[in-house]
């Protein structure tokens, strides 16, 4: 039950299902397991609880399914609607296996907005579950209503009191996030600190689940599920550090100096010589210096790059005989970025269109060539990359 900033919308992970209210509805391939397990577990539940033959409880479990979407739906409806409420586009909310995402366009602009949106999540699901928990004492015991009732309180009621916790990716270590942000005027630190937080959540998830298997709480059957919630929690956590730190290397992106200088050479020179002429007019002494062969037409227009994989993989041998088009792409094919792109802007065009290289351009000249390795050693300097 969480929001997110994800530009990649070509990439998701989901198939429409329509819109409501406005927002595009998408689910999981992952959620058709939910369905299944809740309504032959559920459904047997009920079905010897309210004495119903087989198909009546597993009528029962499908309707309990249908009800646990539509409040996990109107739990991300409260996060969309706010953000949308406040001017930030919402790109889609997604249901899957362990609840449900809310897409944006763009961040939270200030520590109040980022508060209110984390918080109008579990706020609806507070309200559902309060309503069922009042539907349940109306209702006669040991009927069908009554049994769902109950279990939507239940279930949205753990939902609220989970989803505030305070630690990212839930809703309430956003919420923490925007107290922090508040208070140090630093949305990376902030981010940082819910973070980290949420790892602390992910192991004393971890450790409560194995608690309470080993005094027989949890059933063997719930355990992988728990357990699942927990590595959830904490690849979450690490994902929000490690954007945040991220994010915070943006401003270091300067297209003009990082991108590799190009050397134009004719259509059908052979490929060792358009090595030696670029290595000749542009030498270096670092592998990310290495200039990029940019291939011209016979009127000298740039119609294509060389891609430097494809000509690695090609035997010395061959290069004197092999023209630099076989191993080259048009660049109608490439994504370009003008030279004078902000960092935040260079990195949701990476995010859109993943590749290896992106060629920079002022106007309508080529000037140079981004080499996505080079990109990422520049905003994760401690990792180890592949040049």
């Known amino acids: 039950m969480e929001q997110r900033r994800r530009p990649r919308a070509s990439q998701r992970p989901g198939m429409r299902v329509g819109r409501i209210l406005g927002v595009p509805l998408y689910l999981n391939a992952s959620i058709l397991l939910l369905a299944l397990l809740i309504t032959v577990l559920y459904g047997e ?3 010897q609880r309210l004495q119903l033959s087989p198909l009546g409880g597993y009528l029962v479990g499908a309707g309990f399914v249908l009800a646990l979407l539509g409040s996990v739906l109107a739990h991300e409806l409260g ?34 907005v980022d508060l209110l949106v984390s918080l109008a999540g579990p706020a609806v699901s507070a309200v559902l579950g309060a309503a069922a928990v009042a539907a349940t004492l109306a209702l006669p015991d040991r009927t069908v209503a009554d049994q769902l009732a109950f279990q939507l309180a239940a279930s949205n009621v753990i939902v609220a009191v989970f989803n505030i916790l305070p630690g990212l990716p839930l809703d309430g270590g956003r919420a923490l996030r925007a107290v922090v942000w508040a ?3 630093d949305r990376h630190r902030a981010t940082e600190v819910a973070g980290w937080a949420g ?12 608690a309470l298997y080993a005094i027989d709480v949890l059933s063997l059957l719930a355990l992988p599920l728990t357990a699942l ?21 943006l401003p270091l992106i300067d297209l003009a100096s990082l991108a590799r200088p190009v050397h134009q050479v004719p259509t059908g020179t052979p490929l060792a010589e358009a090595q030696r002429r670029a290595e000749q007019a542009h030498p270096v002494t670092e592998p990310h210096q290495v200039a990029a062969l940019l291939v011209t037409d016979t009127a000298g227009r740039p119609v294509a790059l060389v891609d430097p994989a494809a000509a690695a993989a090609v035997p010395e041998a061959r290069r004197p005989w092999l023209a630099v088009d076989a191993v080259a792409r048009t660049l109608a094919d490439l994504p370009a970025i003008p030279v004078t792109t902000d960092g935040e802007q260079v990195l949701e065009t990476v995010q859109a269109h ?10 309508e000249d080529v000037v140079g060539v981004l080499h996505i390795a080079d990109l990422a050693q520049l905003l994760e300097p401690h990792r180890k990359m592949n040049t």
């Open 183 to 185: 208070l140090t005027r």
């Open 229 to 249: 919630v927990a590595l959830t929690l904490w690849h979450g956590a690490g994902q929000s550090i490690r954007m945040s730190r991220i994010s915070r290397r």
């Open 45 to 47: 539940l009920a079905g």
């Open 199 to 210: 790892r602390v959540l992910a192991v004393g998830t971890a450790l409560l689940v194995a």
């Open 79 to 112: 996060h969309a609607l706010t953000a949308r409420r406040f001017g930030i586009g919402v790109r889609g909310i997604t249901l899957e296996l362990l609840g449900g995402y809310t897409e944006m366009d763009r961040d939270a602009p200030s520590p109040r």
């Open 354 to 363: 993943p590749g290896a290289q992106y060629v920079v351009t002022a106007g």
